[in-house]
Each structure stands twice: as C-alpha cells, then as structure tokens.
C-alpha cells in the first residue's frame, strides 16, 4: 500500500546549493501534506506543511511546493547547510476521523561541505 | 519547548513476553498516537487515542496490543506477547486539536528489540 512516495532513497548536494526532494501520492482524499526531518535515535521533527487549498507555502529557507492535478508535491531548501543532512519524511493525511499520517520511505539528505 | 518523551529509550525482552512502553505527550494535547518504525522501512501508523478510547487502528495493531491513558499525564502502548517482528522503533505523537492545520509531534521513540 504505496499511498505515498519518495522514489528517491538518497540524495547529495553541496553546502549553499538549493536541495528538491520530492514526493508522489495516489490517494486523492488526501489534504494535508508535511515533512518531517529525523536525525538518526531520534524522533521525526515537524518541518513544514501545506494545505491542499495551497500550492506554496514558504518558511525561511525551506518551501514545499504542492502539485495537485499531478499529486506531487516537492520540499526546496536554499541554501543548503551542512545541519540540513538527515533523513526527510514526507506524509500525508485526510481532514476527517483520526488524522493519521502516511508516511513515504524516506529520503536521506546528505549535505557535502 | 513543550515535548512528547518516551520511556525507556531501548527495550530488549524475550519472545513471548509482555512489554510496555510509555509516553508523556504534550500535556495540553488532545490526540494520542502510535507509530513504529522497522528498521529500513517506512514509519507506520499503529493506533490514534482520542477521548479515552481508540479512534482509529491499522491492520497491525491486533489482539496483542492494547493502548491505555491510565492517568492524566501517561499514555501507554502494551504489546501482550512480544514476536521477533515486533522488533522496531516505536514513536508516540500527540496533537493539539482535530483542525487541519495542525502537525502532530513525536517523541525521540522507544527501540524495542525482541529476542
């Protein structure tokens, strides 16, 4: 059951260069999207989210960008620093009942100084 | 800054044994939540807790578990007879209220291992 996505398992980018990581989702009733950011023996950190009435929303150095006729949404940071590289979660949720989130596998974000 | 916290941090037990792991959620929060983590897979939804009852559960949470809010402050997942495919980082997460826009937070996760 892959309602969601990040084909990307890994990715490497240099220190001050603009990160994308991207996401895909299948279920339509979906209409919160958020990213999580977790560093190793630790829990995921809430990072940014969007609402599906939106298609940008923009905190500091970090934009998730929301595609929904494509059901695809994408997580910028710019610049990149050496403190972004962790393993970035993105998730989903319906706007009834309990709200649980779906998860995507993960991308793990190295950032090289 | 207010924060979920989970105890303990590394659980092992034996195969067949009950194990429980507790969570602190923020404390001004309504909704309780159990996810888990095996290791090199997705993070997967167990149970949400709203209420004094469960709201929601997947597949996964069967029989063998069971969830409590024994007091106003803890919030408690039991696993009844622990497998080897129980092995795997629990997280707890608590959100403040139902609306949309809002992010549930999780604690630092509890790494059960069963032997």
């Known amino acids: 059951d892959q309602q969601v996505k990040q084909n990307s398992p890994s990715l490497s980018v240099q220190e001050g260069r603009i990160s994308i990581l991207n996401c895909d989702y299948t279920n339509s009733m979906f209409d919160y999207f958020l990213w999580y950011k977790k560093y190793p023996a630790e829990g995921p950190t809430f990072l940014i989210s969007i609402s599906s009435i939106k298609d940008k929303n923009e905190d500091g150095r970090f934009t998730v960008f929301l595609n929904k006729s494509a059901k695809h949404l994408s997580l910028h940071i710019v610049p990149s620093q050496p403190g972004d590289s962790a393993v970035y979660f993105c998730a989903a949720r319906r706007a009834e009942g309990a709200q649980k989130l779906v998860f995507g596998q993960g991308t793990r974000l190295t950032i090289n100084p | 800054e207010p924060e979920v916290t989970q105890t303990p941090s590394h659980q092992v037990t034996q195969m067949g044994q009950e194990v429980i792991l507790r969570c602190v959620p923020i404390?001004?929060?309504?909704?309780f939540y159990w996810y888990r983590q095996i290791l090199g897979q997705k993070v997967e939804f167990l149970v949400s807790f709203y209420n004094n009852e469960i709201s929601e559960k997947s597949e996964i949470f069967d029989d063998q578990f069971s969830v409590e809010r024994p007091d106003g402050s803890n919030f408690t997942l039991k696993i009844r007879s622990t497998k080897l495919e129980d092995s795997a980082m629990y997280f707890c997460?608590?959100?403040?209220?139902?609306?949309?826009?809002?992010?549930?937070?999780f604690g630092q996760g509890t790494r059960l291992t069963v032997v």
């Open positions: 404390s001004n929060h309504l909704y």
């Open positions: 997460a608590s959100k403040l209220r139902s609306s949309s826009n809002t992010e549930a937070f």
